[in-house]
T-cell receptor
Framework: AQSVTQLGSHVSVSEGALVLLRCNYSSSVPPYLFWYVQYPNQGLQLLLKYTSAATLVKGINGFEAEFKKSETSFHLTKPSAHMSDAAEYFCAVSEAGGYQKVTFGIGTKLQVIP | DTAVSQTPKYLVTQMGNDKSIKCEQNLGHDTMYWYKQDSKKFLKIMFSYNNKELIINETVPNRFSPKSPDKAHLNLHINSLELGDSAVYFC???????????FGPGTRLTVL
């Protein structure tokens, strides 16, 4: 069975500071991994995804994530936070092959302090 | 053009009523989903259809019945609404599974 653990349901950073949102996964087979962002009163949109190609994945809005198999992690980073980054971030995992469901983490709410 | 649209955006109703939520996607995707997001923002898959065929059916009360008349539409009908059904329901679509999912704006259901 696949699962995702997001450490920290709330993260606060100052504007201009490094953003680090943590995600660890569990999967019995090679996983596909995703980060989605949800702005208030909107649906989720994809930030980036890992599908067994390069381990360092770059996404939209300056975000990137690194797949580390030995640590079963897929942490999301951004060098410099912007006020517009304030949102809810979801890590998700799916197992490659066939019609597999995507399992989402509980989400991390990012607050950016001016 | 909206890629994934849902109607209605808000739905307020009394316990015991029956209601439907409609979803349409114009992306040409084969797979569509229904998710429930509770008040703590936890997102849980309910159903998934591929080319009108049900492929994922999570542990959901049988008061919830999805219907896919064609691969661009996936509707959700809920019978005998309960207080615990209050949530935001999201429709999503993707080309194949798993792949990037495109989410609709959500339907906020409030059961009084």
């Amino acid at each position: 069975a696949q699962s995702v653990t997001q450490l920290g349901s709330h993260v606060s950073v100052s504007e201009g500071a490094l953003v680090l949102l943590r995600c660890n996964y569990s999967s019995s087979v090679p996983p596909y991994l995703f980060w989605y962002v949800q702005y208030p009163n909107q649906g989720l949109q994809l930030l980036l995804k890992y599908t067994s190609a390069a381990t360092l994945v770059k996404g939209i809005n300056g975000f990137e994530a690194e797949f580390k198999k030995s640590e079963t992690s897929f942490h999301l980073t951004k060098p410099s936070a912007h006020m517009s980054d304030a949102a809810e971030y979801f890590c998700a995992v799916s197992e490659a092959g066939g019609y597999q469901k995507v399992t989402f983490g509980i989400g991390t709410k990012l607050q950016v302090i001016p | 053009d909206t890629a994934v649209s849902q109607t209605p955006k808000y739905l307020v109703t009394q316990m015991g009523n029956d209601k439907s939520i409609k979803c349409e996607q114009n992306l040409g995707h084969d797979t569509m989903y229904w998710y429930k997001q509770d008040s703590k923002k936890f997102l849980k898959i309910m159903f998934s259809y591929n080319n009108k065929e049900l492929i994922i059916n999570e542990t959901v009360p049988n008061r919830f019945s999805p219907k896919s008349p064609d691969k661009a539409h996936l509707n959700l009908h809920i019978n005998s609404l309960e207080l615990g059904d209050s949530a935001v329901y999201f429709c999503a679509s993707s080309q194949g599974n798993p792949d990037t999912q495109y989410f609709g704006p959500g339907t906020r259901l409030t059961v009084l």
